[in-house]
Structure formats: C-alpha cells, structure tokens
C-alpha cells in the first residue's frame, strides 16, 4: 500500500507534533507492506500561518495527487479543502476550539472553525488519548465516533537509552510551549517554597511569557527560572538526564509528550489533574490540581527532600513505560487503520 505523508511539520524548529510526524513516519517505514511517500517543502515555515495555509492548501494536496499513493494522512491536525485522495487525519486535540481563545481571529477561525467543518469529509481520524477523543466528539457532532480511532503515540527511543545521572543542583524541568494553558506560572509560585531550587523551561515562547516573568519578579525568583526557549535535541536529552524532576502543569492537553517522555527516561515527574495527562501518568505519577500552589510546592519538595527515593521510584517505572509508549505498537495500528480507510 502507498500512502502519501504530511511530513512538513518535521521541518524548522519541530514541537511535539514535528516529533510525532517523524517518528511514527521511521516506526511505519519498517512495516513492509506500507511504501510511505513523505511530503514536504523544506523551505516553507509550517510555524508562519500564510506559509502553513499554503501548504495545507495547495502544496500538499499537490503533492499527494502527483504521488501515486492512494491514500494521505494529514499528521498535523489541518487538512486541504480538496484532495484528489481520501483522507486519515490526525487530530491531536481540540485546543482550536476549546482553549485558544487569547490566539488571533484568523487562526482560531483556520485551525478551529475551518478544520472542523473539513474533518468530517475524511476517511478517518486519528487522535492521541481517550480525553482527546471525548472532546473531539463534544465539539465536532459532526464526527461519527465510528470514525474517530485512538492511537496514542509513541516516545523516541533515545528517552529509553538515557542514562539519568542528576546535577547537584536541584532543577525542575518544564517542557512545552510557554502559553497559558501551559500555567508555568504555578511552578514560579511554588519556587518561594523551595529554598536553592531554580527551574529551567524549554520550548517556544509567546507573550505568556512576559506574565511568568512578572510573577518570578515580584516573587523575588527571577534568577531562579531560565527560558531557553526552542533547544536542539541532544540537549534536551541531557536536560532530562540531569534534571531532578519534570513537571507538568498544564491546564489541557491532547496527550502531554513531555510527561510520557520523562517516564521513558526515568526521570522523577509530577504533573496536572485532569486532561489526558490522567492517561499518561496512570498510577505512578503523583496529580496535583494545575492551580493548587500548595499542593505543588509540597509535592516537589517531597522529590527534593528525597530525590533517590524519587529516582528509585521513576526506574522501577521505566520498562512499563518504555512498553507502553512504543512507536512500534503506534505504526502497526496506524497501518492497520490505512488498510481499512483504503476500502
């Protein structure tokens, strides 16, 4: 079977959905019976909008239709308007529609309005956790639940090789875009509490930002946080090697790589009440309310009072994570659902 790829988010500065198209697009490549045809423009931006519509619209359906394929996945959650191939999209989450309100007119419009009248003309989609699949269906009616398919992604094998070998200085790390539904914020307010400790953010910035950084001032813990905004790899790989512990507070979350990377890595966590970061933490993670100041700061000081405890923990957590988090289990149940949107 040959399947046309949206494989442009791979390109530039690649956030989780960059990473879920390049890895599920290796894991698929080692299925015989799928030939995948990858897409991209390595000159387009996919993070500008005008360059992000012109792909979706007029690039990829382009190239789809030149590819011989008989099917396109759409890997990012956008769609073209016409397509000479049928379609499997996958539709992380329903953040358009839901949380991104303070985002400009035209994009929610695109990535919202737009896309949801769109989803419903597909073969099939794909989505990354059960609380994704919930919301998707609240929201889109349109969407029959027979069509909609949870498949939740994978964690690069990389994460399950790290050799974890913590600094001496106590470092929260926090992983993701800095927006609000992020709420970095309760980690800066949980600092006050947590003598020594500094925390460290990777990921893009946006004018929440700014607001965090207020925080940390009138709290006097400006010097202890550090946005190193977007990060090449290998150094993200080391940070979750040497970090004391991730958090992960978000507010809503379509799935929450970060946290599913850190059990992979053996790297202590907590995370967020509520979304689909229940799913991921399963039993093994400790959940905090995101807006519960007190609550984190006595559940990060726990890991700091006690941090082998804490690692101890996290290891004996590796191997189940590593098994459920796998690309491999991922492709075989994304060709599997090529097969039957080919029919």
């Not at 059960?130 to 094998?157: D, T, Y």
């Not at 957590?317 to 949107?341: C, G, H, K, N, P």
Request: aromatic letters at 8%; glycine letters at 6%.
């Amino acid at each position: 079977m040959r399947v046309a790829f949206d494989a442009q988010p791979t390109v530039g500065s690649a956030t989780g959905i960059g990473e879920y198209a390049r890895e599920l697009a290796r894991a698929l490549g080692e299925i015989t019976e799928i030939e995948l045809v990858p897409l991209s423009a390595p000159r387009i931006d996919p993070w500008r909008f005008d360059r992000r519509v012109f792909w979706d619209q007029l690039l990829l359906p382009l190239a789809a239709a030149r590819s011989q394929a008989t099917l396109l996945h759409c890997t990012s959650g956008t769609m073209p308007a016409f397509s000479t191939l049928p379609i499997v999209l996958t539709l992380h989450d329903a953040a358009w529609l839901r949380v991104q309100g303070h985002t400009r007119f035209y994009a929610r419009a695109y990535f919202g309005t737009l896309m949801k009248r769109l989803s419903t003309h597909t073969r099939a989609i794909v989505t990354d956790s059960w609380f994704s699949a919930r919301e998707i269906l609240a929201l889109h009616p349109a969407i029959e639940e027979r069509n909609l398919h949870v498949i939740p992604p994978g964690v690069a094998e990389e994460f399950a090789r790290l050799e974890p070998h913590a600094e001496e200085r106590a470092t929260i790390l926090v992983v993701g875009t800095v927006e609000a539904r992020k709420n970095l914020e309760v980690v800066i307010r949980a600092l006050p509490t947590l003598p020594g400790v500094r925390a460290i953010s990777v990921g893009p910035s946006t004018p929440y930002r700014e607001h965090c950084l207020e925080i940390a001032r009138e709290l006097g813990v400006e010097e202890r946080i550090e946005f190193r905004g977007y990060i090449e790899r290998a150094a993200l790989l080391d940070l979750y090697a040497r970090c004391t512990v991730l958090a992960m507070p978000s507010r809503y979350e379509g799935f929450g790589l970060p946290l599913a990377q850190a059990r992979c890595a053996g790297l202590p966590s907590i995370t967020a009440r509520g979304s689909s970061l229940d799913e991921i933490a399963g039993d093994v993670v400790p959940r905090i309310d995101p807006d519960d100041v007190q609550g984190w700061s006595e559940a990060l000081g726990a890991v700091f009072a006690d941090p082998e405890r804490a690692r101890r923990a996290a290891a004996n957590d590796r191997a189940a994570a590593v098994e459920r988090f796998s690309w491999r289990r991922a492709a075989q149940a994304t060709a599997e659902l090529y097969r039957i949107a080919s029919v």
